[in-house]
């Protein structure tokens, strides 16, 4: 049984950084990444890793403040967010793909989503 569960959100305020965590158990996935829903709007595609993280792909809006990584020695994918901004606050969803798929020419397909961990930023 496949699980996914993130961790590393909470409130911080504008300009100060974050990590979140996102374990998988169950089996491995080529691709991890993050998604987020900010309140009354629809998710979106953060960042994705492929296996050997040699490939990473953003949300352009986000290039450069947030870095994604994975460790597959303990099935885990990170994210890094620094420069946090008040529209940064939202759920983020940790997904994986069996598939070497870009999320973002998926449309967000992907086949396994954690819970969510809240992030919120105040100005």
């Known amino acids: 049984q496949v699980q996914l569960v993130e961790s590393g959100g909470g409130m911080v305020q504008a300009g100060d950084s974050l990590r979140l965590s996102c374990v998988a158990s169950g089996r491995t996935f080529r691709i991890m990444g993050w998604f987020r829903q900010a309140p009354g709007k629809e998710r979106e595609f953060v960042a994705a890793?492929?296996?050997?993280?040699?490939?990473?792909y953003y949300a352009d809006s986000l290039k450069g403040r947030f870095t994604i990584s994975r460790d597959n020695a303990k099935n885990t994918v990170y994210l890094q967010m620094n420069s946090l901004k008040p529209e940064d606050t939202a759920v983020y969803y940790c997904?994986?793909?069996?598939?070497?798929?870009?999320?973002?020419?998926?449309?967000?397909?992907?086949?396994?989503w954690g819970k969510g961990t809240l992030v919120t930023v105040s100005s």
């Open positions: 997904a994986v793909n069996s598939f070497n798929i870009d999320p973002r020419l998926s449309g967000g397909a992907m086949d396994y």
């Open positions: 890793v492929n296996w050997s993280g040699s490939s990473a």
